[in-house]
């Protein structure tokens, strides 16, 4: 049962690790990089679709996007849904493919998104700790109901602290990688 609890911990600290990369992946370097359209929704006969489920996208040089539309009909739609889009970059098309120009960041810009990073990973931070309490409540709720015995109690509180550790240092290497792609011109 206590290793159903840790194994559960260990999963959810995992997924928080995840989803800060991919929040990251988002954030935009002054590189291309295909993550930055993930959020991307495109009017597909009138269903909204995800841009690459309808697209393939590559990366031709390292600041350029090119998006080859599988159907070339919606090459103008794509166009929509990439100037509606958050991305705030203007796109240009030669009726076959779209290409995305990224633009460098000022410095200014750059500091602005590291703080954005350092943001996203504090939320990161806060979300293992509550895994970590909500794991240790478990636990003691189980020592209450003599299910386990005092030192496995304590030796299940070491496990978790330890694994909130390394979950921690994990966060923070992916934080301070996104921070050096962002302030390297």
């Given at each position: 049962?206590?290793?159903?609890?840790?194994n559960e911990a260990k999963d959810k600290m995992h997924k928080a690790a995840e989803n800060l990369q991919r929040n990251l992946g988002q954030i935009r370097a002054g590189r291309a990089n295909a993550s930055l359209l993930d959020r991307v929704q495109v009017t597909y006969y009138g269903v909204p679709t995800p841009l690459n489920q309808m697209?393939?996208?590559?990366?031709?040089?390292?600041?350029?996007?090119?998006?080859?539309?599988?159907?070339?009909?919606?090459?103008?739609?794509?166009?929509?849904?990439?100037?509606?889009?958050?991305?705030?970059?203007?796109?240009?098309?030669?009726?076959?493919?779209?290409?995305?120009?990224?633009?460098?960041?000022?410095?200014?810009?750059?500091?602005?998104?590291?703080?954005?990073?350092?943001?996203?990973?504090?939320?990161?931070?806060?979300?293992?700790?509550?895994?970590?309490?909500?794991?240790?409540?478990?636990?003691?709720?189980?020592?209450?109901?003599?299910?386990?015995?005092?030192?496995?109690?304590?030796?299940?509180?070491?496990?978790?602290?330890?694994?909130?550790?390394?979950?921690?240092?994990?966060?923070?290497?992916?934080?301070?990688?996104?921070?050096?792609?962002?302030?390297?011109?």
């Amino acid at each position: 049962m206590a290793d159903a609890i840790f194994n559960e911990a260990k999963d959810k600290m995992h997924k928080a690790a995840e989803n800060l990369q991919r929040n990251l992946g988002q954030i935009r370097a002054g590189r291309a990089n295909a993550s930055l359209l993930d959020r991307v929704q495109v009017t597909y006969y009138g269903v909204p679709t995800p841009l690459n489920q309808m697209a393939s996208i590559t990366i031709p040089e390292a600041r350029v996007l090119m998006i080859t539309p599988f159907d070339k009909s919606m090459v103008q739609e794509v166009e929509k849904a990439l100037l509606a889009s958050d991305l705030g970059i203007t796109p240009t098309s030669d009726g076959n493919v779209i290409r995305l120009v990224i633009p460098q960041l000022t410095e200014e810009r750059r500091k602005e998104l590291a703080k954005e990073v350092k943001k996203e990973a504090e939320q990161a931070k806060v979300a293992i700790r509550n895994i970590r309490r909500d794991a240790i409540d478990e636990y003691k709720k189980q020592q209450k109901n003599s299910e386990i015995t005092e030192d496995d109690l304590r030796s299940a509180e070491k496990d978790i602290q330890d694994l909130t550790d390394k979950s921690i240092k994990e966060l923070d290497k992916i934080a301070s990688d996104k921070e050096k792609e962002l302030l390297e011109v």
